[in-house]
């Protein structure tokens, strides 16, 4: 193992290198370099952080920009969200969820795709629900086995299932009738 300054592109600029290895010789591992940039993995970082490989992070943790969760995940119950959306309490799985305010207050509700702000924002225990647009199937809690493509679609829908709404607040008023198109 070694930590080196390195002269990297001139007089008195160096660069910062960590190495290890479990045999000789050992490897070049991390960079700085004189501009601030780390390399994890390459020897010339070109931007502020930069990896060769995979990033992991531990469970319950978020990819975040600017202090915001932009990727949330529970890949034990292949639950994925982004932008803001979802929650990671909830033991429901398989979900799908894109855009800020979508699905928030599920519990245990399975199998249901959510694209578009405040997408089945309600949903508690609902499954195989699809909502594209902006507050597409927001009211539902339990409805089951919705498709809502376009703004407001099934918007007061809370309880019905096996509806289909295509357009513009098609069906927005609907709360707990079945079998619509």
Do not use: C, H, W
Not at 58 to 83: E, K, P, Q, R
Not at 91 to 120: C, D, E, K, P, V
Not at 125 to 153: D, E, H, I, R, W
């Amino acid at each position: 193992p070694y930590i080196q300054a390195i002269e990297a592109s001139g007089i008195d600029t160096y660069a910062l290198v960590f190495g290890t290895s479990a045999a000789a010789p050992a490897v070049e591992r991390l960079r700085i370099n004189p501009n601030g940039n780390v390399g994890i993995g390459t020897s010339n970082p070109a931007q502020k952080l930069d990896v060769a490989g995979n990033i992991n992070t531990s469970a319950g943790s978020a990819y975040m920009y600017n202090d915001t969760n932009v990727i949330t995940a529970s890949t034990t119950l292949n639950n994925y969200f982004f932008g803001g959306a979802g929650n990671l309490t909830m033991t429901g799985n398989q979900n799908l969820a894109i855009g800020y305010g979508t699905f928030t207050t599920n519990t245990t509700g399975n199998n249901n795709i959510a694209t578009g702000f405040n997408t089945l924002a309600a949903n508690t225990t609902g499954f195989l629900n699809t909502a594209n647009g902006a507050y597409a199937l927001y009211s539902n809690t339990t409805g089951n086995v919705n498709t809502a493509n376009g703004g407001y679609a099934l918007f007061n829908n809370t309880t019905g299932s096996d509806n289909v709404a295509n357009g513009f607040k098609t069906l927005s008023s609907n709360t707990t009738g079945n079998n619509n198109t």
